[in-house]
């Protein structure tokens, strides 16, 4: 697993999530997951990650 300074890709992070690619491109294109462009493609800090998983747990009942 990377660390907080590694870069992921868009497939790494969708395979970390359990998600389809496309769905972190939505993440991504949408300001909730951030993302840093390199040429044409994104790379995600473990740390972002970690942080958008955080943020999204909610309470449920």
């Given at each position: ?37 390199v040429g044409r493609s994104f790379r995600v800090t473990q740390k972002a990650v970690d942080d958008f998983i955080d943020k ?6």
């Open positions: 697993m990377a660390s907080a300074g590694e870069f992921l890709t868009i497939a790494e992070v969708a395979a970390q999530m359990r998600v389809s690619k496309m769905t972190v491109y939505r993440l991504v294109h949408g300001g909730e997951l951030e993302a840093v462009r999204s747990f909610y309470q449920a009942g």
